[in-house]
């Protein structure tokens, strides 16, 4: 009887342990190594003057737009984030474990360091505005997309001209990381 008992506790122990094994693979998420990302140039429509914001979006330098480029790689870089950070490759060149992060500049202003300094009260106000959107570059799927906006109105000594785009690289890998973590997400049932 005893015997009985205890090989019925057993298939139930089986059993429930099975059951609850399976169920917790159906529920998460398989979630995808990324081997790199790649951070494309970001676009700007020069022709587009309808607003103040699209027309300075449109004066942005290109040299500029580098800058952009160089200071993510190099903050997302620092970050460890991802094992390779670099410029984006070919576009239509699909590469498995990929993210490629880019968009389009909707606003720029420019700042002035000495405008903080002998103004203050915001003048010389630096502003980078983008819509951000990131991308498997293999599937091209789209994981998300946000604007994402880095204002500098003041600082020490009027603040210095690079620390906007640090600070914009570290709002992008912010939501480089929602995203992803969205995108893994199983759907609700």
Not at 102 to 119: E, H, L, N, P, W
């Amino acid at each position: 009887m005893r015997f009985r008992l205890h090989l019925a506790s057993l298939a139930a122990t089986f059993i429930f342990f099975t059951l609850g094994f399976a169920a917790s693979e159906t529920e998460t998420p398989v979630k995808k190594t990324w081997s790199a990302l790649e951070i494309a140039l970001f676009d700007v429509n020069r022709e587009d003057v309808s607003t103040e914001e699209a027309e300075r979006a449109g004066s942005i330098p290109p040299e500029m737009l580098e800058a952009i480029q160089r200071g993510m790689i190099g903050e997302i870089s620092r970050a460890q984030a991802f094992p390779a950070v670099r410029k984006a490759t070919d576009p239509n060149t699909a590469e498995e474990g990929v993210l490629v992060i880019g968009g389009k500049i909707t606003d720029f202003k420019g700042g002035s360091r000495a405008a903080r300094i002998m103004v203050g009260w915001g003048a010389g106000g630096q502003k980078i505005e983008a819509e951000c959107v990131l991308k498997d570059k293999a599937t091209g799927r789209v994981l998300g997309t946000e604007t994402i906006v880095d204002r500098k109105v003041a600082g020490w000594a009027g603040g210095d001209e690079t620390k906007g785009i640090h600070d914009f690289a570290e709002k992008v890998l912010a939501f480089i990381n929602r995203a992803i973590e969205t995108a893994e997400k199983p759907a609700s049932k």
